[in-house]
């Protein structure tokens, strides 16, 4: 069991956090149309200021971030279901493993 924060987890249990996650995620992107709704009726009223949109750019960053856990989540499934199944494993090299996964999603989302 591989698990990128550096605990072992079951594959049930990463499956579970990444569909609370989504869950979530869902909630979150719901906020985020009733914001664009709300946003849309201010426009015509011509009340709004850059406010709104700059907290509808900060919700729609966090859904991202989100996103990107949940991504690392199923690549922890994928990891441990489909390279690492049956494969003598090295506890130094799932460190260093992880290390670099963690690294490589840092840079991914900063690259942006």
Known sequence: MLHLRGDVVSEPDLTRQARTRLRRIEGQVRGLQAMLDRLAGERASQEAG?????????????VRAAVEQVGLLILEIHLQR???????????????????????????????
């Open 50 to 62: 850059c406010e709104p949109c700059d907290n509808l750019l900060t919700q729609i960053l966090a």
């Open 82 to 112: 489909c390279v690492l199944d049956g494969l003598p494993v090295d506890e130094e090299k799932l460190r260093e493993l992880r290390h670099s996964l963690r690294h490589w999603s840092r840079l991914s989302s900063t690259a942006r």
